[in-house]
C-alpha cells in the first residue's frame, strides 16, 4: 500500500485494519526536536457495505482516514510541548462523509447472461421492419434497437465492425430446412453464436384496401414462404403467378410502394400494419407447426454454464472425405451426448477430391464439411472429452458457440400471437 506523508512528513506507512483497537506507531520524524506521534482509531468495519473506523459514526474508507491523520499529526507536531512522554496520542474522529459501497465482484451469472436479456442493445436482422426476422430480434432482446438489413452479409458486417451489438438470423425451418447461406457465413465470419430463439411462423395474405382476390394476378414473397403455402393458395382458388423477392415484408413494402392492386404479399400481420394493407386470409401456411429457429451472433462468446440446458454448435472437415465420420458420431455416442443437427455442406476451397490419384482422376467425389449441434455445455467434461476425441479424428474442427437452447413453451395454437 502507497504511503501517505503529512505537511509534517509524517509516514503513516504501517497501516494495519483489524477488528478492535489499533494502533499505527508512524516512524521518527526527521530533524532534531521531534518525537514519533501515535494515531489512534477504533476499527469497526463491515467489509460487505465498506464501512469503516469509529463506532458510531459516518463511515469512511480507509485512505481518506490516511488523510485525516496526516494532517492532524502535523498539527500535533506543530503544538507539542516539551514533556516526558515520548509521544503523543491522537484520538481521531472521523470526518463526516458520504460512503462509497464497495462494488459486488462479478461472478459467472453477470457474464453469462439468460437469452432474454439485452434491453437498448442494438440488433441487426436481414429484411426490412415487419419481417419474421424483426419480431425473433425483439423476442431474443426485449426492448432493442432493431437494424434492418439488406442482406445477410451485410449483418454479419455491422456486428463485425460495431454497427450492432447483436444479430439474430434464421438457420433453419421446420419445413423448407436449412438456410444454407448462413452456414457458410457463419464459417467464413468469426463471429460466435450466444443464443437462439425459435419463432413460429404465421403467414397472411396481404393486398391493399378494397382488392378482391378475383383481381389477383400475382403473388410475391420469399421462395420458402411461397412453397410453404401452395396447398393453401390452390384451395383458396387462387390461379396466380408466384413470384419470388428477397423477404416477405419487402414483398408488402413494395405492393404498399407501387399500389399494386392486382398483386398479393405473402407476409406477417406486422407487415400488414406497418404498410397499410388489408389481411385477405390469415393463417395460410400449410403445416401450423411451422418454426423458424434463429441464432443470436455476437463478437465475444459467452461462458458456457450448466445450470441450465446448453447446446454447443461446431464445424469440421477431414482431409478422408466422410470416412471418418462414424469415428467423430461415436464420439458423442459412447458419451450419451444428444445430436440435433447434422449438416454437410461441400467444401467451397476444395469442392473435390479424386478417389484414387493413379486412375487418372476418372473417379471424383465431393469434399465436405459438418455442421454438428449437440445437446451439452463446453462447460461439461463429456463435452470436453468428446472434443477433444473429435479433433484427434479431424482436420479443421471450430466450435461455432456454446448457448443456452431457447426452452419458452409453443403449440401451434399460440402461433397467431406471435409476430
Given at each position: 500500500m502507497q504511503s501517505l506523508n503529512?505537511?509534517?512528513?509524517?509516514?503513516?506507512?504501517?497501516?494495519?485494519?483489524?477488528?478492535?483497537?489499533?494502533?499505527?506507531?508512524?516512524?521518527?520524524?526527521?530533524?532534531?526536536?521531534?518525537?514519533?506521534?501515535?494515531?489512534?482509531?477504533?476499527?469497526?468495519?463491515?467489509?460487505?457495505?465498506?464501512?469503516?473506523?469509529?463506532?458510531?459514526?459516518?463511515?469512511?474508507?480507509?485512505?481518506?482516514?490516511?488523510?485525516?491523520?496526516?494532517?492532524?499529526?502535523?498539527?500535533?507536531?506543530?503544538?507539542?510541548?516539551?514533556?516526558?512522554?515520548?509521544?503523543?496520542?491522537?484520538?481521531?474522529?472521523?470526518?463526516?462523509?458520504?460512503?462509497?459501497?464497495?462494488?459486488?465482484?462479478?461472478?459467472?451469472?453477470?457474464?453469462?447472461?439468460?437469452?432474454?436479456?439485452?434491453?437498448?442493445?442494438?440488433?441487426?436482422?436481414?429484411?426490412?421492419?415487419?419481417?419474421?426476422?424483426?419480431?425473433?430480434?425483439?423476442?431474443?432482446?426485449?426492448?432493442?434497437?432493431?437494424?434492418?438489413?439488406?442482406?445477410?452479409?451485410?449483418?454479419?458486417?455491422?456486428?463485425?465492425?460495431?454497427?450492432?451489438?447483436?444479430?439474430?438470423?434464421?438457420?433453419?425451418?421446420?419445413?423448407?430446412?436449412?438456410?444454407?447461406?448462413?452456414?457458410?457465413?457463419?464459417?467464413?465470419?468469426?463471429?460466435?453464436?450466444?443464443?437462439?430463439?425459435?419463432?413460429?411462423?404465421?403467414?397472411?395474405?396481404?393486398?391493399?384496401?378494397?382488392?378482391?382476390?378475383?383481381?389477383?394476378?400475382?403473388?410475391?414473397s420469399h421462395p420458402q414462404a411461397l412453397a410453404q403455402c401452395e396447398h393453401s393458395l390452390t384451395k383458396l382458388g387462387l390461379n396466380v403467378i408466384r413470384e419470388a423477392v428477397d423477404d416477405t415484408a419487402g414483398a408488402a413494402e413494395y405492393i404498399a410502394a407501387n399500389k399494386l392492386l392486382d398483386t398479393a404479399a405473402i407476409a406477417s400481420?406486422?407487415?400488414?400494419?406497418?404498410?397499410g394493407m388489408q389481411i385477405l386470409a390469415d393463417g395460410i401456411q400449410d403445416d401450423h407447426s411451422n418454426v423458424t429457429r434463429f441464432v443470436m451472433l455476437a463478437r465475444e462468446p459467452i461462458i458456457p454454464r450448466i445450470d441450465r440446458p446448453f447446446k454447443t454448435s461446431i464445424v469440421f472437415a477431414h482431409d478422408e472425405g466422410t470416412s471418418v465420420l462414424f469415428k467423430v458420431l461415436s464420439a458423442f455416442a459412447f458419451r450419451g451426448i444428444s445430436l440435433t443437427k447434422i449438416e454437410s455442406r461441400p467444401h467451397r476451397h476444395r469442392p473435390i477430391r479424386l478417389a484414387d490419384d493413379a486412375n487418372g482422376g476418372v473417379a471424383k467425389h465431393f469434399e465436405y464439411i459438418f455442421y454438428v449441434d449437440f445437446e451439452a455445455s463446453m462447460a461439461d467434461v463429456r463435452a470436453q472429452n468428446a472434443l477433444a476425441e473429435v479433433q484427434e479424428f479431424t482436420s479443421f474442427l471450430r466450435v461455432l458457440g456454446s448457448y443456452p437452447m431457447d426452452m419458452t413453451p409453443w403449440s401451434p395454437s399460440s402461433s397467431a400471437a406471435v409476430e
Open positions: 503529512s505537511p509534517a512528513g509524517v509516514d503513516l506507512n504501517s497501516l494495519i485494519r483489524k477488528t478492535g483497537t489499533t494502533r499505527i506507531r508512524t516512524r521518527a520524524l526527521a530533524g532534531p526536536g521531534h518525537r514519533p506521534i501515535q494515531c489512534k482509531v477504533n476499527f469497526t468495519t463491515n467489509q460487505t457495505t465498506g464501512k469503516s473506523f469509529g463506532s458510531g459514526h459516518t463511515s469512511v474508507t480507509r485512505y481518506e482516514w490516511q488523510s485525516a491523520c496526516s494532517i492532524l499529526a502535523g498539527k500535533v507536531e506543530s503544538q507539542q510541548q516539551n514533556t516526558a512522554d515520548d509521544a503523543a496520542t491522537i484520538e481521531l474522529v472521523p470526518v463526516e462523509m458520504q460512503s462509497t459501497p464497495i462494488r459486488k465482484a462479478l461472478s459467472i451469472a453477470d457474464l453469462s447472461p439468460s437469452p432474454m436479456h439485452g434491453q437498448e442493445l442494438r440488433v441487426a436482422y436481414q429484411g426490412v421492419p415487419g419481417a419474421y426476422s424483426e419480431a425473433a430480434a425483439g423476442k431474443a432482446y426485449p426492448g432493442c434497437e432493431a437494424i434492418p438489413c439488406d442482406q445477410f452479409e451485410v449483418a454479419f458486417q455491422t456486428v463485425e465492425l460495431w454497427i450492432a451489438d447483436r444479430a439474430v438470423l434464421p438457420v433453419e425451418n421446420s419445413l423448407g430446412g436449412s438456410i444454407h447461406r448462413n452456414y457458410d457465413l457463419l464459417l467464413r465470419h468469426r463471429l460466435h453464436i450466444v443464443g437462439e430463439v425459435q419463432l413460429p411462423v404465421h403467414h397472411c395474405l396481404l393486398t391493399l384496401p378494397g382488392v378482391r382476390k378475383e383481381y389477383l394476378t400475382r403473388v410475391i400481420s406486422r407487415a400488414a400494419e406497418l404498410y
